[in-house]
């Protein structure tokens, strides 16, 4: 088996806006509650290996006891920052990444929720999810017929626009195809490659190094602004925007 993510634009009522602000917010709420309990936790068992590992982790089902307004959110969204939270730990512990950090609410909001029972459902200008209903999106492509949707991840850029990142299993049969020709392609700083049979150069446009001589530019308008200003939140977007295109 394998993935594939398909990214579409979203584009909520301000209702659904109202309550995507709201996952995200408790999320991060959940996540950051998780992780300083579990610091404290460690902190108070840390010469005891044994009475640590006894000790009974925090959940988001605890936290809806004290907190009824995490009840008003999608409930698999609160499970998977749990998960997130457990596998920050997991890579900590083996090497591969830094002690888990606290959420900031500068960061790029994001949650993801799981397909269960059909409760999520691509339709042909729209997706069915849950609390949320459904939602219009921009489907500029189509996800195959026998690829399964297993989750999906809504995020919010930095220019308030709202995205959805669907993930897919399905079963990978490798093609097999019938070699009839060989050409060798031989790296060429001026022109990505030159090719054996003609001498042709690929000769390809620069899109993505233009673009990122723009966003240095912009960037560096921006740090002549006034933080606070009008005219640096409006360069602040515009750099937003070049951060998205590259």
Known sequence: MANKAYKFRLYPTKEQEQLLLKTFGCVRFVYNKMLAERKEIHEQFKDDKGLLKQQKLPTPAKYKKEFEWLKEVDSLALANAQLNLQKAYTNFFAGRAKFPKFKSRKAKPSYTTNRVNGNIQLLESQIKLPKLGLVRLKRHREIPAHHVIKSCTLSRSATGKYHISIL???????????????????????????????????????????????????????????????????????????????
């Open 168 to 246: 897919t299993e399905y079963e990978n049969k490798p093609i097999e195809k019938e070699i009839t020709e060989i050409i060798g392609l031989d790296f060429a700083m001026d022109g990505l490659y030159v090719e054996s049979e003609q001498g042709e150069i690929a000769n390809y446009p620069r899109f993505y190094r233009q673009a990122q001589q723009q966003l240095a530019k912009e960037q560096r308008i921006l740090s002549h602004r006034t933080k606070g200003s009008s005219r640096y939140e409006k360069q602040r977007i515009k750099v937003a925007r070049l951060h998205e295109h590259v």
